[in-house]
């Protein structure tokens, strides 16, 4: 039988708390958060294709074998990002509750200046029939 201790104590874990233990375990910066998923990205090249790489961490457990979208939303900037590959999986971490979901996405050489460049108001993620949230994280806050 097992027993929670924070139920105990009527303690519980806010999403706050969450995202600041997630961002905390990782070792990357993070680039957007969500109630309950933080996303983590970073630029790739390989053989001349541009890959923008991200790796969301949380909440989201997905199997997916339709592709998702990125969408950067901004001041007159939007830019929506297809996925490379079509399938992918979220994976369980040690953490009861939290997954690790790697997703890469195309981007043309042309875009990679403009997102740059680009305040960001909020970022989306489509996955199947899911829309998540993130706004751009400020690590100075």
Do not use: P
């Not at 039988?1 to 990782?26: P, Q, R």
């Not at 509750?97 to 997102?115: P, W, Y």
Request: contains cysteine; hydrophobic residues 35%; proline residues 0%.
């Amino acid at each position: 039988m097992g027993f929670s201790i924070s139920k105990l104590f009527n303690k519980t874990e806010t999403s706050e708390d969450t995202i600041n233990a997630i961002i905390a375990s990782v070792e990357h910066d993070a680039y957007g958060v969500s109630d309950s998923n933080v996303l983590f990205s970073g630029l790739n090249e390989l053989g001349g294709y541009f890959f923008f790489q991200t790796i969301v961490v949380g909440s989201l457990k997905v199997k997916c074998k339709n592709g998702a979208r990125l969408t950067f939303k901004g001041k007159n900037f939007e830019l929506t990002l297809n996925s490379d590959s079509l399938e992918f999986e979220s994976h369980h971490t040690e953490v009861k509750g939290r997954f690790v979901t790697n997703i890469d996405f195309q981007i043309e050489e042309k875009d990679i200046k403009s997102l740059q460049n680009a305040t960001l108001s909020e970022i989306v993620l489509h996955v199947k029939k899911k829309e998540l949230l993130f706004t751009k994280y400020n690590s100075e806050k």
